[in-house]
């Protein structure tokens, strides 16, 4: 099934030429619950990693920050019977509906597990072929066609730690079918759910504090938006410019490349420590498909007929996810060499 996001209210390329130069693309990933194999593009599903090659390993430290202490699988089989009980008929509260056999698993994984010691398991988080994501390119003059990404799943120090690994498709002969996992989370939002994606292109122009100073004068100016009648949302004549951000400049969700997302705070140099060369957004991992100002950036498909999600997510959440209670965690890396050390932002 693909998603389609639907078309902006105007180009505003055109109402703003200065913008045409800006424009980037960015590929729009729209994780959905799915079961993928090591041969699909997912998050959180199994990877196609090399047999004879080490399973990464995180070496810490590992700091517990007072909740409950839960294994990967804990969480899964956790994610599974709420499921089944929030689609289940019954009393309420909703204890009542619970099999004898539920509440038995419920309570054990309640107990908690054991504070890990030693280095932690990393977690698959995504799995991105180049046949499915063509704007994805390998840093350098790699040739790369598969690009994996895992983490952490412990705060360092605000939000789980990543890992980048590039690699060709052709060149892994026997998969790992058992990789290891982490003996415990910290949370259970930092466990994804297996997810297929469906890729979709839009384009993106920079966030409104990256422009100059002249153009950010004229999106603030509300007599320059009149001039698209009624494609413009007149509830934002006191700040034309939350308009440009909220509708026509940058796609939420889960995405590989495009401009960087800022609000958090201001917008920063993202220098390459090695060579100094300016590092490219990668890939944005998000808490949520879409914002609470941002519905206009649902797909079709979704509006028409929206997926289920786990219980207990806010909108628009697919993949089980949240990082630094609700923000997106974009990763940045140096175009010149994919071992040259990428930027994680929180934004």
């Known amino acids: 099934m693909s998603r389609t996001t639907p078309p902006r209210p105007l180009e505003v390329a055109e109402l703003f030429p200065q913008l045409a130069p800006l424009e980037r693309t960015a590929t729009r990933l729209h994780p959905r619950p799915g079961s993928p194999t090591p041969h699909d593009s997912s998050v959180g599903g199994p990877l196609l990693w090399p047999a004879d090659e080490p399973w990464p390993h995180c070496e810490g430290p590992h700091k517990w920050g007072g909740n409950e202490i839960l294994s990967p699988q804990d969480v899964r089989e956790r994610r599974r019977i709420r499921a089944l009980v929030a689609n ?14 539920e509440l038995a698993i419920e309570e054990r994984i309640n107990a908690g597990r054991p504070w890990p010691d030693g280095p932690i398991a990393m ?152 060579c100094g060369a300016e590092a490219k957004p990668l890939l944005t991992i998000a808490t949520t498909e879409w914002a609470a100002d941002g519905e206009s950036w649902i797909p079709e498909e979704d509006q028409a007929d929206p997926p289920q999600q786990l219980p207990g997510t806010p909108p628009g959440n697919f993949t089980g996810l949240e990082v630094a209670r609700g923000y997106d965690l974009q990763l940045h890396t140096c175009p010149v060499a994919a071992n040259h050390p990428h930027i994680e932002l929180i934004q």
């Open 123 to 274: 977690l698959p988080v995504a799995q991105l072929y180049v046949r499915d994501v063509p704007s994805l390119c390998p840093p350098g003059q790699s040739e790369a066609d598969l690009l994996q990404v895992l983490w952490c799943p412990f705060d360092h120090p605000a939000h789980p730690r990543t890992a980048l690994f590039w690699r060709t498709e052709a060149t892994v002969a026997d998969v790992l079918e058992a990789p290891p996992e982490p003996p415990a989370v910290q949370f259970s939002s930092y466990v994804p759910e297996p997810c297929l994606l469906t890729p979709e292109q839009v384009t993106e122009y920079p966030n409104h504090m990256e422009l100059s100073e002249e153009l950010q004068q004229q999106l603030e100016d509300w007599s320059r938006w009149q001039a698209a009648g009624a494609a413009v949302d007149n509830s934002y004549e006191v700040a034309p410019e939350e308009f440009y951000t909220d509708v026509l400049s940058l796609a939420p969700g889960w995405k590989i490349g495009g401009w960087t997302r800022w609000g958090l705070t201001d917008p920063v140099p993202r220098a390459c420590s090695v």
């Open 88 to 101: 289940r008929p019954g009393g309420d509260p909703p204890v009542t509906r619970y099999t004898p056999e």
